[in-house]
């Protein structure tokens, strides 16, 4: 697991939020079972899949989930599926495998940026709570085991 730097553009996306006793599972529902009836979610097309927790205190429990999903501007949301951007900007970004690395893998993230040069965005206040980072699942078409999954953790830095 290495720390790399990149430069992300802005990007617009779909979204889905859950607040529930699994929200993982169940904003990834609704917004997989969407990008299927939309027909993407061919590898060929380039779409992008981001998620990341939501907090609506300054606790770490409860939480909720948020997925984006990147979409050209031909396509429209509806029902509880909403439109979002990414912001673009400097990232530091992480990537590892297997789900059930995740908190390892966010761990060593922000020891990197606490021991860098570069100094953290900082956490914002949205809709649903603060919120800060994001999971890139890079796999999530393929049928894979969990301890098969490729992310990418995604950390604003201030420019």
């Known amino acids: 697991?290495?720390?790399?730097?990149?430069?992300?553009?802005?990007?617009?996306?779909?979204?889905?939020?859950?607040?529930?006793?699994?929200?993982?599972?169940?904003?990834?529902?609704?917004?997989?079972?969407?990008?299927?009836?939309?027909?993407l979610m061919?590898?060929?097309?380039?779409?992008?899949?981001?998620?990341?927790?939501?907090?609506?205190?300054?606790?770490?429990?409860?939480?909720?989930?948020?997925?984006?999903?990147?979409?050209?501007?031909?396509?429209?949301?509806?029902?509880?599926?909403?439109?979002?951007?990414?912001?673009?900007g400097l990232y530091a970004v992480l990537r590892f495998k297997n789900l059930y690395k995740i908190r390892e893998a966010w761990e060593k993230l922000w020891k990197w940026i606490e021991e860098s040069d570069y100094e953290h965005a900082g956490w914002k206040k949205g809709e649903h709570g603060w919120v800060d980072g994001f999971e890139e699942h890079l796999n999530w078409q393929e049928e894979k085991p969990q301890t098969e999954w490729t992310f990418d953790l995604w950390v604003q830095l201030k420019e």
Do not use: C, Q
């Open 1 to 39: 697991m290495e720390v790399r730097l990149e430069r992300l553009k802005t990007m617009r996306a779909v979204y889905t939020h859950a607040f529930s006793d699994t929200p993982e599972e169940d904003a990834g529902k609704r917004i997989i079972e969407w990008a299927k009836s939309k027909g």
């Open 42 to 88: 061919e590898k060929s097309i380039g779409t992008r899949l981001f998620g990341r927790n939501t907090y609506p205190t300054d606790k770490p429990e409860p939480h909720g989930y948020e997925f984006y999903l990147t979409v050209y501007s031909d396509i429209k949301p509806e029902g509880d599926i909403k439109t979002r951007e990414i912001p673009g």
